[in-house]
Every structure is written in C-alpha cells, then in structure tokens.
C-alpha cells in the first residue's frame, strides 16, 4: 500500500508515522505540512533521525491522486473538510482524523464547531470508523471519518450497555480527563506548562464539539435517543484519557447482565480488554491500541459506573486510522499494531 500523510507534523500525523515505518505491507511515500515545507520531517522531529528522513511537501492534490492508493489528513478541524472533496476520485481511500466528517450534516457541523466543512453529498458517504462496531461497514469504505479520542473511549464503554437497554439512556453522565496532546501541537496559553502543571482543569463544560459525535453515534448504532452530560479535563500528563461514566440501572438489571453485554459486544476483539472491577489507569495502555474497559454496580445508587482508558494519539487517533485502513485494504485488523504499551 502507497500511503500519503498530509498534516504529518502534528502529533497525530508523527503517530502516524510511528505506526506505518513498522507496518509490514505499507509504504510512506510522501508527506505533507504547507506550514514546514521545505524541512526534512528530522528537523521537525529530531527522534526520528536516521529512521525517516522524508521532505515536507505542499499538499499536491494532483499527485496524492496518482500516486498514494490511502491518503490519511490529520489537520486541524475545517481543514479536510475542503480537502476531501478535491481529492476524492473514487479508487483513492481516504482516512480523515479530523473532526470535519464525522457529524451529519454541515450545519450541524458549523454550530458545533464553528466553522465549514465538506457539503452534505459528502458527509453522506463517510463511513464512521468506530471499527469494534462498524467493522463491516469500514471494509467497503472509501472515505472514512475517523472518531474522535474522547468518542472512542466513550462510545465503547457505553454502547454495550445502551444496545441491551441495561441503563436509562438519559441519566448519562460523562467525566473525561485527557492529557495535553489532546490539544494538539500548536501553542496555546491553555497548553503552556505554567498553566498545565501542577493544576487539573475542566474546559468546554456542556458544549465540547465531541457531545453531538457521542449522541449521534449511539442513535446509529442502537436506535436510541441518548442525552449525556460530558465534560472534559486537562490533565498534566502527555497522553492519555480516562473516561469515567455513570448511568442509571434500568430497573432489576443485575451485575451478571451487565458483564453479559461486554462479554457480548467485545468477544473476539483483539484490542477492547475487559477487566471487570478493576481500576484501569492511562499508563497501562500508553502507546498501545488497546482500549481497557471496566465496571462497577453501584446496588446502593442503582447506578453503574464505567472507566474506559486508552492512549490518546493511539486509539483516540493514528492507531485507530490505521487499524481501520487495514479493514480497507482486506487486512486483519490488528496488522503493525500489536504493541505492548510502554511501562512504566
């Protein structure tokens, strides 16, 4: 597989590049940052000195066409949502890890995110890449929205639970704590170590972009109207998110039925590992694809509490992309990602 990476600088696109130099049938052929073209990705990132020495292009619509048969875009929001559409030509796969495809409609988009993004022709014909579920739908994808990491880390913690109608959909309450590359590699007040250490912070509280991904999602996947509460943290740690969420038993649920449904959903799932009553931290999945969900029933709340955890720029991100492109190309799906995470 030729593969093209535009928007190789940020974290998710070096992740990328991690990944793929390990892939055994995939081939880098060309990056691209219209911010440091010109540079060898060395001089951006000097670790990878003698491992990759690629120049930096301008984005070439015209020669990603012809050359790379996958095209991943890990740009900031509002970005690929101009791209896609140039660079669709029906035989190139195209893998998006922004934000810009994954909710409906563009208005939609635009009220959450506050800017433009590819016309609803095309968003009608991104496949949701949320691949432990939407696996079948992903291998005949040529154009793929990849989830966002708060999505990812949510969505399968609660989807089990809400598919067997084990919680009331609309006492769903979300705690997320995600480390600093959540907020990518620019620099911002918000991500100054000053600010970051030493200290924990909510942001975005009842109007994170990531709330209409989550209801949307779990609407597609099970028919039913979820409402969530969910409010995302910073926290001062490079990668990571830990998602803590509750929701309200339905009425005689028991905690055999609930581990029934992970068992369920999850079975034969190489990367969800499931440790029922344990206390899953960041660090046991640090640079790895591995999701690892757990839960508590709560008899004297009638609540269950869930924690799901993964590696942020993994799982929430490249690993997850690329785990994805392996469905597209007829590949197992774990192929280049069985990494041990990095410990301690």
């Keep these: 597989m030729k593969i093209s990476i535009i928007g190789a600088t940020g974290y998710s696109g070096v992740e990328l590049i991690r990944l793929l130099l390990s892939h ?21 990132y000097p670790h990878l000195n003698t491992i990759f020495t690629e120049e930096l292009q301008v984005i070439h619509i015209e ?37 810009d495809l994954r909710l ?49 880390a949510t969505l399968l913690a609660l989807l089990p639970l809400v598919k067997e109608g084990l919680i009331d959909e609309k006492s769903i309450i979300v705690d997320a704590k995600s480390g600093v590359t959540g907020a990518g590699r620019s620099v911002s007040l918000g991500a100054h170590f000053c600010e970051v250490n030493e200290s924990i912070s909510a942001y975005k509280v009842a109007k994170h972009q990531h709330i209409p991904e989550i209801e949307q999602t779990l609407y597609r996947l099970t028919g039913k109207e979820a409402l969530i509460s969910f409010t995302p943290h910073l926290v001062p ?24 449904a992970y068992s369920n959903a999850y079975e034969g799932k190489y990367f969800v590992r499931l440790r029922p009553g344990a206390h899953p931290k960041t660090k046991e999945v640090t640079g790895s694809n591995f999701c690892d969900l757990a839960w508590h029933v709560d008899s004297r709340t009638k609540r269950v509490v869930v924690l799901s955890t993964i590696d942020n720029v993994v799982k929430g991100a490249a690993g997850q992309a690329v785990q994805n ?7 197992s799906e774990d192929t280049g990602l ?7």
């Design 104 to 152: 409906e409609t563009p208005e939609l988009y635009t009220t959450w995110y506050n800017k433009e993004t590819s016309p609803k022709e095309v968003l009608d014909q991104a496949v949701y890449g949320l691949t432990e579920w939407m696996g079948e739908q992903v291998k005949e994808a040529t154009l793929l929205a990849n989830p966002g990491c708060y999505p990812t």
């Design 63 to 99: 020669k990603i066409q012809e050359e790379a048969d996958v095209v991943f875009i890990a740009t900031p929001s509002g970005v690929s949502g101009k791209l896609v559409p140039q660079l669709m030509n029906g035989t190139l796969k195209i893998i998006d890890l922004s934000g």
């Design 24 to 44: 055994p049938v995939g081939e880098i052929i060309s990056i691209y940052s219209n911010s440091q073209a010109g540079k060898t990705i060395q001089e951006v």
């Design 325 to 331: 492109m392996n469905l597209m190309f007829g590949l």
């Design 338 to 344: 069985k990494l041990t995470p990095v410990y301690p």
């Design 237 to 260: 740690m490079n990668r990571g998110i830990l998602s803590t969420i509750y929701a309200s038993l339905q009425e005689g649920v028991t905690e055999e039925q609930v581990a029934q």
